[in-house]
T-cell receptor, first 114, second 108 residues
């Protein structure tokens, strides 16, 4: 079974641009969560999608948005990039049951904003 | 006060030592996760617990729901165990709340 796949692995953008990151979950997993990891802040929860609906959202500005498709693949979009958005963006998938499931992480997309 | 607190923040030990990393939380949870992050960013989910104890190889995770506390133990530690170990709890709103992580270094 293939793991969680994130594309691209590395991305360089300039301030003001927008970016779309992609995450393909493990086959059969319906929940996809996105996290931002920076050296200073550690792992920060962005949002979680389950069956194409945003089920939960962290404390990030509206420039950060996401969506999930019918095949459970998810995209995250960041508009009007700022220097502080430079980070490793991690996606995790799970079966998504209410009692909690182990999350499987992708390798991440490293975004550099210049 | 953080809702999930890990201790210690940093831990250096000699190969072969028994390692314990602690996690305390203050919210109601449906599950607790232990994750391992190696240098370079790769994250591996080690355990998901809602009660009791789980064991996988040299790793053991326990949780005490009444005391809101979990521990991760590593027996016969090895330099390849060097990583950041993260505790995360899933609250009643399905949100994962993360601990700050424990950086473990095992010296040969």
């Amino acid at each position: 079974k293939a793991g969680v796949t994130q594309t691209p692995r590395y991305l360089i953008k300039t301030r003001g641009q927008q970016v779309t990151l992609s995450c393909s979950p493990i086959s059969g997993h319906r929940s996809v969560s996105w996290y931002q990891q920076t050296p200073g802040q550690g792992l920060q929860f962005l949002f979680e999608y389950f069956s194409e609906t945003q089920r939960n959202k962290g404390n990030f500005p509206g420039r950060f948005s996401g969506r999930q498709f019918s095949n459970s693949r998810s995209e995250m979009n960041v508009s009007t990039l700022e220097l502080g958005d430079s980070a490793l963006y991690l996606c995790a998938s799970s079966l998504g049951g209410l009692s909690g499931n182990i999350q499987y992480f992708g390798a991440g997309t490293r975004l550099s904003v210049l | 006060k953080n809702e999930v607190e890990q201790s210690p923040q940093n831990l250096t030990a000699q190969e072969g030592e028994f390692i314990t990393i602690n996690c305390s939380y203050s919210v109601g949870i449906s599950a607790l996760h232990w994750l391992q992050q190696h240098p370079g960013g790769g994250i591996v989910s080690l355990f998901m617990l809602s009660s009791g104890k789980k064991k996988h190889g040299r790793l053991i995770a326990t949780i005490n729901i009444q005391e809101k506390h979990s521990s991760l133990h590593i027996t016969a530690s090895h330099p390849r165990d060097s990583a950041v170990y993260i505790c995360a709890v899933k609250d009643s709103n399905y949100q994962l709340i993360w601990g700050a992580g424990t950086k473990l270094i095992i010296k040969p």
